[in-house]
């Protein structure tokens, strides 16, 4: 990547911060993997890693757990949420790029 790319993407990723749109776009997202359900199906990921885990739940950390869990997280995020939260980002993109003259 160049370094006029690399400050486009830094300065773009400051406005989407200071703007609050990654704010706003947090809080969407919250909602909506809790309507899913999606919450309720990773905290039953990791009670069941936790109680299969071969080592004693003494020497589990929240950072194992989390190393174990995050693939499944990851994976099982919907489809249409994925793909909801991807287009605001890219409308914000679009708003906030400025207009190139071809």
Known sequence: MSQQEMGVREELLKRFIESG???RLQEILRSKLYISGWQ??????????????????EKLTVDGIAEAVTPYARASIPEDIKAEIL???RAFMFRTLPKVDS
Request: glycine letters at 8%; one cysteine or more.
């Open 87 to 89: 287009e605001d980002i």
């Open 21 to 23: 749109e990654r704010e």
């Open 40 to 57: 309720d199906r990773v905290k039953d990921k990791c009670e069941k890693f936790v109680h299969e885990s071969g080592e004693g739940v």
